[in-house]
């Protein structure tokens, strides 16, 4: 990694005192050391911890040089599902050059290569990395002690936001969007409803319009943006953050999370959380209702790692498995008439439904229903969706 002056190199066993020596000054600096420090234990402990870091091939630990000079600590972790930025601390004198920027765009762009998400935690009493964080585009997702959890993502931006919406087609049109709102406004049962994901408010508008007080979960501003156009947070009420973490006010008669979307999780950890955060939001009763397809793996040719999923005019979708991760990645091609095409590729983590029953089982749920649409089709082995309803026990 490399761009103007500075560089960024592997931590060795002799940069153990370096890296404890600028954390310490870039937070003493910062005014961030407790009353009661103790400088000589903190180094200690901080150094072997580095070393240990150095040993660990989970983890990546750097030095960040300007001009030929260490001037930094930078801390990465890297797994199948995101790029984690677990510190990054500079010198006070290589501050303010735009390095810390530079350092976060360069992981942006990785992130946003392989399709993941790139996550950090900030302390909560360090308002200049929020601020750093915040206008790079990250969200608060979660809390973790006394540090705030924060995700940047490609996927879900304001120009995403903007053309979602297809008013009248596609995941728009009345008979795709009719059979779903009355099947959940049945669900709700007159009770509230908590959609994870709202989005744009493509299910959570008409739902409400029906009489059904809905509020919502969502990770991204631009998406909520959009939704604020048609109606305000008196109307349908919208907490930011991760739906596997965050709590939205209220006690819920349903939770539904349509179009796929727990697939945006990209772990079985995360897609568990996401359970037992439905069920901390329901009543004895309530349920909880998911849309998702059906891994299409049966369509996988020994040795080949991809399907065709849509190949029409002006419009390809290419599904690339990686089976030992249970991740897809579908790529989205558009073009027209010329020779060049766009590309937008979104990452999941595949469920099939039996684990779904299982994730469910995990937090307390039991099926009590599942259909292969919106109508109440029969699901069979056939059948490329479901729609499947869980229900918490009534005591
Ligand atoms: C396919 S859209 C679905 C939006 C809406 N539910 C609908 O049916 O139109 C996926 C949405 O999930 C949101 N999302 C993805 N991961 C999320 C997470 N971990 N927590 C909350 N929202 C998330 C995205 O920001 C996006 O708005």
Redesign the pocket.
């Known amino acids: 990694m490399t761009t103007a002056s500075y560089r960024i190199r592997p931590a060795g066993p002799d940069d153990a005192a370096f890296l404890a020596d600028v954390t310490l000054t870039a937070t003493r600096a910062q005014g961030r050391l407790p009353a009661d420090f103790d400088e000589a234990d903190w180094r200690g402990g901080f150094e072997e911890w580095s070393l240990e870091s150095i040993d660990d091939p989970a983890t990546d630990l750097n030095v960040i040089e300007l001009d030929g000079r260490p001037v930094g600590r930078l801390r990465i972790s890297r797994t199948p599902g995101s790029v984690e930025l677990n510190g990054i601390q500079l010198h006070p004198d290589a501050q303010n050059r735009g390095i810390g920027t530079a350092i976060i765009t360069e992981l942006q762009s990785e992130a946003a290569t392989r399709g993941v998400p790139l996550e950090l935690h900030v302390e909560r009493d360090n308002p200049n990395a929020r601020r750093l964080y915040d206008r790079l585009g990250f969200t608060k997702?979660g809390e973790d002690g006394a540090e705030d959890v924060m995700?940047w993502?490609q996927?879900?931006n304001a120009a995403v936001?903007k053309r979602?919406d297809t008013p009248g087609t596609g995941?728009f049109a009345p008979e795709v969007l009719g059979p779903t709102v009355d099947r959940l406004a049945e669900l709700a049962d007159g009770g509230r409803a908590l959609?994870?994901?709202?989005?744009?408010?493509?299910?959570?508008v008409p739902l409400s319009e029906r009489g059904v007080p809905v509020s919502g979960?969502?990770?991204?501003n631009?998406?909520i943006a959009e939704l604020r156009t048609k109606v305000d947070e008196t109307a349908i009420p919208v907490v930011v953050?991760?739906?596997?973490?965050?709590r939205a006010p209220g006690e819920f008669s349903l939770v539904y999370?349509?179009?796929?979307?727990i697939s945006?999780?990209l772990t079985q950890e995360?897609q568990v959380e996401?359970f037992r955060n439905a069920a901390r939001h329901l009543s004895p009763g309530g349920r909880f209702v998911i849309?998702l397809w059906v891994p299409e793996l049966r369509r996988l040719p020994p040795g080949t790692p991809a399907t065709v999923g849509v190949a029409e005019p002006g419009y390809i979708l290419l599904d690339t498995y990686d089976v030992l991760n249970q991740h897809v990645v579908s790529h989205h091609f558009h073009f027209g008439e010329g020779t060049q095409a766009e590309l937008g590729r979104t990452p999941h983590r595949y469920i099939w439904p039996a684990e779904l029953d299982l994730m469910a089982q995990l937090a307390g749920f039991t099926l009590e229903s599942r259909h292969a649409d919106w109508t109440g089709s029969p699901f069979t082995a056939d059948s490329p969706s479901h729609i499947s309803v869980y229900r918490l026990s009534t005591t």
């Open positions: 997702t995700q993502t996927l879900w936001a979602y995941m959609e994870f994901a709202i989005g744009t408010g493509r299910v959570a979960i969502e990770l991204s631009a998406m953050g991760d739906m596997s973490i965050v999370l349509v179009f796929n979307t945006n999780l995360q996401c849309e």
